[in-house]
């Protein structure tokens, strides 16, 4: 083989396998920087529905598991508008019991929901995330891929009038378009590089073969 040519592929075989790199890179940033962007919504909405809560209304909710109350109602709605101002995919306030586990004390969704949650319905697949917020841990935001589906979550604590775990909020944000925007918008940066790397070769390459010649 001519040395020009074993030189061209040389070029090439080194520019294939820095795109790989990049590529790789990127895609776990562009993941990086979903997830981040996911967490920051999910804590302004948790920031919010935790401000102007009523402890002593709450702690009496949660002893009672009365969901009849007008401050019930209110808290109930005001998830509600929460999750939908905040585009999230749930958000939810769970209490737990050391005998039996988790259970739910509100969900934002209305109750005529097929997937609502009554007050006092256990959750069974509660995540250690959620357990180490109650145990006051260092929590970082949660996330969950499937071949269809990803998720962050992220979560609050809320304490009671004597500094004890009352309850936790959870919310979710379906991360799956936020990350396929940023995913795209990778390959185009990488496609443009490898568009201008061709016409660079085009522009150069022509030269130098006539310089050796």
Not at 67 to 93: E, F
Not at 147 to 176: C, E, I, P
Not at 190 to 205: D, E, K, P
Request: with cysteine; net charge positive; glycine share 4%.
């Amino acid at each position: 083989m001519p040395p020009l040519r074993k030189k061209v592929y040389a070029v090439i075989i080194i520019a294939v396998f820095c795109l790989i790199v990049v590529t790789g890179i990127g895609n776990y940033r562009a993941e990086q920087l979903a997830v981040k962007i996911a967490a920051d919504q999910i804590d302004q909405a948790l920031t919010l529905a935790a401000q102007d809560l009523d402890i002593k209304h709450l702690e009496s909710i949660i002893q009672t598991l009365d969901d009849q109350t007008p401050y019930y109602h209110q808290v109930h709605q005001k998830l509600i508008k929460i999750k939908q101002d905040h585009n999230l995919a749930g958000l939810a306030m769970l209490h737990k019991i050391p005998e039996t586990g988790w259970i739910y004390i509100f969900e934002a969704r209305e109750k005529n929901n097929p997937a609502y949650h009554n007050i006092g319905n256990t959750e069974k697949q509660a995540s250690v995330f959620m357990e180490r917020t109650w145990k006051e841990q260092p929590v970082k935001s949660e996330y969950r891929a499937s071949s269809s589906h990803s998720f962050v979550s992220r979560y609050m604590l809320l304490k009671d009038s004597q500094g004890n775990a009352l309850a936790v909020l959870k919310g979710d944000l379906a991360a799956a378009e936020m990350t396929e925007f940023l995913y795209t918008t990778r390959y185009v940066q990488i496609g443009a590089i490898i568009i201008s790397l061709l016409l660079i070769g085009f522009i150069v390459l022509p030269g130098y073969i006539k310089k050796r010649i």
